[in-house]
Structures are given as C-alpha cells and as structure tokens.
C-alpha cells in the first residue's frame, strides 16, 4: 500500500495554485500511478455531456474513449456517486473490458468545490481483489483536496 500521507503531501505541493481540471487531472493521475505496483492503469473519465464519460488523462494500455452512466465499473460510481471497489471484474454486471488484463478494480467519484460530478477516477489492476476500503478512504480525501477546493 502507498504511503498515502506523503502521496497527498506531493500532491498538493504540485497542485497547488493551480485550477484547470486537465493538468491537475494530469498530475494526480502520474502521482497515483506510480506510487504502487497494483495500479495497472490509472487515469480519469471526464463528465463531458449529459449521462455520458469520455476519456481523460491516464496512465497505462489503452483505455475506453466514452463509457456511458448505463455501462460498467466507471458508469456506475458516475450514476450513483458512490465508490466503487470491485474485488473480481467478471462478476460486475456489465463490466466494460476495456484492458483483458484487468481482474479488479477501484473507480471514485471526483467532485468540484460547487459539489458537480465533474469525473470518476479510475484505477485498475491486474491482481484480483488488489484494493481495499483504505486505499477508497486515502483516494477520496486526495480527490476531495485536489478538487473540490475552494
């Protein structure tokens, strides 16, 4: 597991004072994915149009260009605005494959200080049941401190 404290320590250093949503997309992407050899790919889907998420910045293969809020893993933190933390990808309804490697994966809401649905985070790996409630709970307050900021 990440050192999660000096993982948000970097990141609000490198973040700080900056307010587009792309470059600190950017950066907060790179610093997740490189501190932990779980994380396969990492990167975000962008709220772009109504019930729709289309590929942001990211770290890894390929991923998908849209994903609807109907469809997969990342659809359905968008939908419900909740955390999802999927220990096995193949018994998701409607997982999306984007990569075949995946076997589980980790996608968080991402909100803007006003409170809108602006993304979902996503990280997946290619080791079954890779994440657990801490990595949501230390993901989430980096998201909420990047992003939602005033």
Known sequence: MPDYTTLAKTIQSLTEG???PVS???TVTCEVHHSDDRFDWT??????GPELLKIGPYQGGHG??????????????????EVQ??????????????????????VLPVR????????????DSDQPDAFSQGDADALSAILG?????P
Not at 43 to 48: A, I, N, Q
Not at 67 to 80: D, E, H, K, L, M
């Open 18 to 20: 900056e307010d587009d």
């Open 145 to 149: 401190d990047v992003f939602a900021r």
């Open 64 to 81: 998908c260009l849209q994903i609807p809020f109907s469809r997969g893993v990342c659809g359905a933190a968008a939908r419900t605005g």
């Open 85 to 106: 933390l999927v220990a096995d990808v193949d018994v998701f309804p409607g997982h999306i494959a984007c990569a075949s490697s995946t076997r589980s994966e980790l």
């Open 112 to 123: 803007n200080a006003a409170g809108d649905l602006i993304a979902v985070f996503d990280i």
């Open 43 to 48: 990167g975000f889907y962008r709220v772009t």
């Open 24 to 26: 600190l997309m950017a």
